[in-house]
C-alpha cells in the first residue's frame, strides 16, 4: 500500500521568511496529493491540492510542486505570517483512501 | 452551508464498553470517510462509504469496529469491547465526487478517551 513519508517534523522560520516541507510517497499510481493545515484543537483544513498531471499550482502565498518520476512533492510558503503556525500535512491518495504523512509543526517566529 | 458536524464531541468510557461516534456529511455528499488521529500523528485511514456500502474497509483495525451508513447520509462507527489503544480522536470527512472528486472535507472530531 501507499507510505508517504514527510520532513521536517518542526520547522521554525521567521516571520517573512519562507517555509518549504517535503515529502514522498511510495506508490507511483497515485494521482491526487492534498495539503492539510491543522491548528491545535482544530479539525484538518485544506488549504491546497495537486493532480498528478500538474507539476505545480500556486494560490497567493502558497504553492505546491510535484514530480513524478522521483515521487516527491512540496508546500511553499512565502511571506510567511504569524497565523501560518500550525500542523501541515501531506497526503496522496489513487482512490479514496486517503494516506497522510505525520505532519510538520510550523512556527512562526516574531 | 452546514459543514460535517460529530456528535458528540466528547466521549469519555470505561474499557470494555460499547460506543458510538456520530457523524452528519455536508448535504448532498455522496462519500463519507472515517479516520482515527492520535496525539501528534496524521490522521490514519479506517473505512470510506460510497452512499450506502462500504467501499474500502480495510483500515479497520480489527473486528471491534465496525461502522454503518443505512440512508446514504449520517454514519455511525462502532467500537466494541472499548481498549485504552483505542483512545484517539476519531475524523469523518465527506466529498461530493460529482463536482470535485477527491476534495474531502472534515468534521471536528469526536475525542475518545478510555480510562
Known amino acids: 500500500g501507499e507510505n508517504v513519508e514527510q520532513h521536517p517534523s518542526t520547522l521554525s522560520v521567521q516571520e517573512g521568511d519562507s517555509a518549504v516541507i517535503k515529502c514522498t510517497y511510495s506508490?507511483?499510481?497515485?494521482?491526487?496529493f492534498p495539503w492539510y493545515k491543522q491548528e491545535l484543537g482544530k479539525r484538518p483544513q485544506l488549504i491546497i491540492d495537486?493532480?498528478?498531471?500538474?507539476g505545480e499550482k500556486k494560490d497567493q502565498r502558497i504553492a505546491v510542486t510535484l514530480n513524478k518520476t522521483a515521487k516527491h512533492f512540496s508546500l511553499h510558503i512565502t511571506e510567511t505570517q504569524p497565523e501560518d503556525s500550525a500542523v501541515y500535512f501531506c497526503a496522496a491518495t489513487r482512490d479514496d483512501k486517503i494516506i497522510f504523512g505525520k505532519g510538520t509543526r510550523l512556527h512562526i517566529l516574531p | 452551508g452546514a459543514g460535517v458536524s460529530q456528535t458528540p464531541s466528547n466521549k469519555v468510557t470505561e474499557k470494555g464498553k460499547y460506543v458510538e461516534l456520530r457523524c452528519d456529511p455536508i448535504?448532498?455528499?455522496?462519500?463519507l470517510y472515517w479516520y482515527r488521529q492520535s496525539l501528534g500523528q496524521g490522521p490514519e485511514f479506517l473505512i470510506y462509504f460510497q452512499g450506502t456500502g462500504a467501499a474500502d474497509d480495510s483500515g479497520l483495525p480489527n473486528d471491534r469496529f465496525f461502522a454503518v451508513r443505512p440512508e446514504g447520509s449520517v454514519s455511525t462507527l462502532k467500537i466494541q469491547r472499548t481498549e485504552r489503544g483505542d483512545s484517539a480522536v476519531y475524523l469523518c470527512?465527506?466529498?461530493?465526487?460529482?463536482?470535485?472528486?477527491?476534495?474531502?472535507?472534515f468534521g471536528p472530531g469526536t475525542r475518545l478517551t478510555v480510562t
Open positions: 506508490d507511483s499510481a497515485s494521482n491526487y
Open positions: 448535504s448532498g455528499h455522496t462519500a
Open positions: 470527512a465527506s466529498s461530493d465526487r460529482a463536482s470535485g472528486p477527491y476534495e474531502q472535507y
Open positions: 495537486i493532480r498528478s498531471n500538474v
